[in-house]
C-alpha cells in the first residue's frame, strides 16, 4: 500500500508549470521542477512517474477550463511546439482545449469563434518579446 501525498496537487502543478514556461519542456530539469515544487525527487516520480507525466499532469490542470489567459496559452504553446507531434496524449489535450476555447460564446446564443490561429500566434509573439499591434494602430 502507497503513501498518502503530503503535498497539494494544484500547487505543486502550477510551480511546475511555472518551471515549463520558462524553460520549455526540454530546457525544463527534473532538479528545477524539484527545486521549484519542493518535493524530493521520489515523490516527485512517485506521484508524476516522470517529467513526462509532471508536464502531462500540468498541462491537463492548466486546460482543464475554458481559460485564455497567457500562462495556459503559452503552456499550450509549448505543448504543441515540443509534445505534440511525437504524443498522443498531449496532442488530444492540445485539440480538446482549442476546441472548448473555439466554441466560447456559442453557449450564450452567439456566433463569436475566437480566431485560435490568431489567439496563438498573438501569445507565440508576445512569448518571443515582440509587440502585437492591432489593424489601425500607429507604430
Not at 502550477?14 to 515523490?43: D, K, N, P, W
Amino acid at each position: 500500500m502507497g503513501r498518502n501525498r503530503s503535498f497539494d496537487d494544484g500547487e505543486v502543478l502550477a510551480h511546475a508549470r511555472q518551471v515549463f514556461l520558462i524553460h520549455g519542456y526540454e530546457g525544463a530539469s527534473i532538479g528545477a521542477l524539484v527545486r521549484a515544487t519542493g518535493l524530493l525527487r521520489g515523490s516527485l516520480y512517485g506521484a508524476f512517474g516522470s517529467k513526462r507525466g509532471m508536464f502531462v499532469a500540468a498541462l491537463r490542470d492548466a486546460t482543464n477550463s475554458k481559460s485564455r489567459d497567457s500562462g495556459v496559452l503559452n503552456l499550450v504553446l509549448v505543448a504543441l511546439m515540443e509534445l505534440s507531434g511525437r504524443d498522443h496524449e498531449v496532442r488530444g489535450l492540445v485539440e480538446d482545449y482549442l476546441a472548448k476555447v473555439s466554441r466560447l460564446g456559442l453557449d450564450e446564443g452567439t456566433v463569436d469563434i475566437v480566431d485560435i490561429a490568431s489567439l496563438l500566434g498573438k501569445t507565440l509573439l508576445r512569448r518571443a518579446h515582440i509587440r502585437v499591434v492591432a489593424d489601425g494602430e500607429g507604430r
